[in-house]
């Protein structure tokens, strides 16, 4: 029965792939709602009507989005900035969806592609209502890629021309085996290629690894309207697992909200220093993980990396502080930099 499980998961994914493919046709382009990025971050609000999007996006921002009391009041992409430790962090405020979001039921598949494009997911629930939306909303994304608080399975895959499938471990899998590994392949047509798994990773992760264009993406579930709910049942929902509960209507908790979502964000800050003087620590420069030297020229003058020198690099990212570094050094959180020119 594994092997048969595994073989209809993987069958199962490929239809579902199928299905939502007229999606990728040249006819739906310009799905999304085409809002510019801009700004350091992007953070999509997704949730069911009246859960208080709009309501949160006017509190947040200086942005106003109408909210009122009946269903589907947002019909479009509003974007409003947070100003935060000096990053400017983007929030879209989206329509409600409902379950069959991602068949394209209402305006789901625009707004799930929008969702797709963000640093973080905010998933806003409305806290009188239940578990059965928080279920009914990761589905929907789960069904087209999107991977929620989940990382990338640590699995080196890749297909090859001839030899057949080599497979590997260097930790005891519990959940799949060769022949299954086998079988999956062969439902997608690959009789030739390397495996290893790295990692204990179930059938479902494999097949997203195989698949590929999975989005793997950071999700705060926030439970709104705790004005109307026990406290009893406010403890319960903030101990649940990537939980934040908030009151939008009596602005409780707004504050504890930002420091997880820059949390979740894991934005990189980095320091400037001119040669001779004190690191500037009052303004950042703010980037995205995995940025390197070159990003931080970029972000300084458009003209500074065809000057480049070399930069000198204090902080985590470095073994020696400081130490010589060229244009593709990765930086990490609150390094400092010094770049000298040719
Ligand atoms: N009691 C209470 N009501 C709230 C709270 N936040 C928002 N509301 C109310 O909930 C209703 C819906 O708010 P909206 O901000 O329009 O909700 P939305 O999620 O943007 O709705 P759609 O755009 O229709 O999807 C409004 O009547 C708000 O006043 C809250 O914290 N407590
Ligand atoms: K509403
Ligand atoms: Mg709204």
Same mark, same amino acid.
């Given at each position: 029965t594994e092997y048969h499980l595994g073989l209809l998961k993987a069958k199962l994914a490929k239809y579902r792939a199928q299905l939502l493919e007229p999606s990728k046709s040249p006819a739906a382009?310009?799905?999304? @709602?085409?809002v510019m990025k801009s700004g350091d971050a992007r953070v999509a609000l997704i949730g069911f009507p009246s859960v208080g999007k709009s309501t949160f996006l006017s509190l947040m921002t200086s942005t106003a989005s109408e909210a009122a009391?009946?269903? @589907? #009041? #947002?019909l479009t992409c509003i974007p409003g900035v947070i100003e935060y430790k000096g990053a400017n962090i983007q929030l879209l405020d989206l329509p409600g969806i409902i379950e069959g979001a991602a068949q394209g039921k209402g305006r789901g598949r625009q707004v799930i592609a929008v969702a797709r494009t963000a640093d973080v997911v905010i998933m806003m629930l409305d806290a009188t209502k239940g578990e059965v939306q928080r279920a009914l909303l990761e589905k929907e994304l789960e069904s087209v890629g999107i991977r929620l608080n989940k990382s990338k399975p640590n699995i080196y895959f890749k297909p090859k021309k001839g030899g057949g499938i080599s497979f590997n471990s260097t930790v005891t899998l519990t959940q799949c085996s060769e022949k299954l590994v086998q079988l999956i392949l062969h439902e997608y047509k690959i009789f030739n290629a390397e495996v290893l798994f790295r990692e204990d990773c179930s059938p479902d992760e494999f097949i997203d690894v195989i698949v590929g264009n999975r989005v793997y993406m950071p999700c705060l579930y926030v439970y709104n309207k705790i004005d109307q709910i026990s406290m009893e049942e406010v403890d319960r929902l903030a101990r649940r697992p990537h939980s934040v509960v908030i009151s939008c209507g009596m602005k409780l908790n707004l504050d504890y909200l930002l420091e997880k979502l820059w949390e979740y964000l894991a934005l990189t800050c980095i320091y400037t220093k001119k040669r001779g003087q004190r690191p500037d620590f009052t303004d950042a420069i703010i980037l995205r993980k995995g940025a390197s030297v070159e990003h931080v020229c970029h972000r300084i003058h458009r003209s500074l990396a065809s000057q480049f020198k070399y930069a000198l690099v204090w902080g985590t990212s470095t073994k020696y502080s400081p130490q010589r570094v060229g244009l593709t050094h990765m930086m990490e959180h609150e390094d400092v930099i010094q770049i000298v020119k040719k």
């Open positions: 382009k310009g799905e999304g @709602f085409d009391s009946y269903e @589907f #009041t #947002t």
